[in-house]
């Protein structure tokens, strides 16, 4: 049987080795700590879950649902942005519900490219931006990031053979794996590089809210007349840790989202109209359970940084979303640190090469384990690379 094209010029699944090895030792009784993906280990406030249980035993939540999402979805959806970010979105023309922000991300290239058209793509980034652009027989291109710069990148280093083609600009910060975090001043560049080159940037929101010391991420549509040329997209995931639930949303220019809207319309029926009431419910209801899951993390955040420090790591302090972006120590490539510390300390983290080539040199760890499973971890790699320390120094 032969794969189409497309299919078959998805990257190889860099991590199926390492997998398999996880799961070899797993299978021999090790105890494998797996701080490697980025999934909530809180569970979804009780509100949320209750209005999911009360909209559910309503008949009317159970029929096919409006295409663009329920009208109360998109109205809580303006009113959070509204109270978030001083930002005022039509809830009819620039709010639309999307079935998680990856269902959004990866049907925006069948909308903006045709095969050849240049999607731009940080790198490192989400894997879903360049993957999704190469379903759609677009063109990756890689805009290099770097520690140098605060992981922001330079624009002005963009080639411009690349931007005139450029059709779409993926963005995301905070950024997931970097922990990058960008300010109103970088966004206003990205809109004025938007307008010169003509291209939609697509704003990955997704940790808007996981932030911590006070900081408050912004919106990339604050930025006067972003709207013009940009789209953002947020999840319920992160936020209100519901990644199983599948229920995010895109907000921004009216003939993107309109695009996208149809797009969507031949393709999937929409989330399940209960879903989306507890999406009300999340967006409208209570700050409190958020702030007590960020001040979770952020205590987890400083624990885990200490204790990895000690045990040699130069770990650089997060301000934002819920990773951990570690130089690998010298000697060492992304995969090879991974592959050590699974084997030799039983805990799996995910190597920087998996996120784009300039994510190599790193390691992402993710705070999202409970606890004592972080003693653990953190006791296992002081152990292992103090052992090795002293077999290199005999
Ligand atoms: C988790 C994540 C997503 C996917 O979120 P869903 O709404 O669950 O699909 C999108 N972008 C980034 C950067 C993420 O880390």
Redesign the pocket.
């Known amino acids: 049987m032969e794969l189409a094209r497309r299919v078959r010029r998805i990257p190889p699944y860099l991590f199926a080795e390492l997998d398999r090895r996880r799961a070899a030792l797993a299978q021999r009784g090790v105890d494998v700590i797996n701080i490697a993906i ?1 999934d909530p280990d809180l569970p979804t406030p009780g509100h949320i879950v209750e209005a999911l249980a009360r909209a559910a035993r309503d008949p009317a939540t159970h029929t096919y649902p409006p295409y663009e999402g329920t009208r109360a979805f998109r109205e809580a959806v303006a009113g959070w942005y509204a109270r978030r970010f001083d930002v005022a979105l039509d809830p009819d023309h620039e709010v639309l519900a ?1 079935i ?4 959004g ?1 990866a049907h925006l290239p069948w909308v903006f490219l045709d095969p050849g058209d240049v999607a731009l793509v940080s790198d490192p ?2 894997p ?1 931006y360049a993957t999704a652009t190469i379903l759609a027989e677009g063109e990756p291109r890689a805009v290099p990031m770097s520690a140098e710069r605060g992981w922001l990148p330079d624009l002005g280093a963009v080639p411009e053979e690349a931007a005139r083609r450029a059709k779409l600009f993926f963005l ?1 910060y905070p ?2 794996p970097t922990a990058g975090v960008a300010d109103l001043g970088f966004f206003q560049e990205v809109v004025e590089f938007a307008r010169r080159w003509d291209v939609l940037v697509v704003h ?1 929101n ?2 808007s809210e996981i932030a911590y010391d006070g900081y408050r991420p912004p919106s990339l549509l604050q930025v006067p007349g972003a709207r013009d040329v940009a789209i953002e ?1 947020h ?4 936020t209100y840790c519901m ?1 199983g639930w ?3 949303f895109a907000v921004g220019n009216r003939h993107a989202i309109r695009a996208l809207g149809t797009l969507k319309t031949n393709i999937d029926s929409g989330q399940f109209v209960a879903i989306q009431a507890a999406g009300v419910a999340a967006l409208t209801g209570p700050d409190a359970p958020v702030r007590e899951r960020v001040a979770r993390w952020q205590a987890r955040r400083d624990t885990v940084v200490a204790g990895l420090r000690r045990a040699g790591l130069d770990v650089p302090l997060p301000r934002a ?1 819920f990773y951990l972006w570690v130089p690998v120590p010298l000697g060492f490539d992304s995969v090879g640190f991974a592959a050590d510390l699974l084997e030799h300390a039983g805990v799996a983290v995910a190597p920087g090469i998996g996120y784009g080539t300039r994510g190599e040199g790193h390691v992402r760890l993710s705070l999202t384990a409970p606890d004592d499973r972080f003693a653990e971890a953190i006791r296992r790699i002081g152990a292992h690379l103090e052992a090795r320390a002293s077999r290199a120094a005999q």
């Open positions: 980025g999307l998680g922000s990856k269902e991300l980034g989400y879903v995301n950024n997931n990955d997704t940790y997209l999840s319920l995931s992160k990644t599948r229920l995010g979303t």
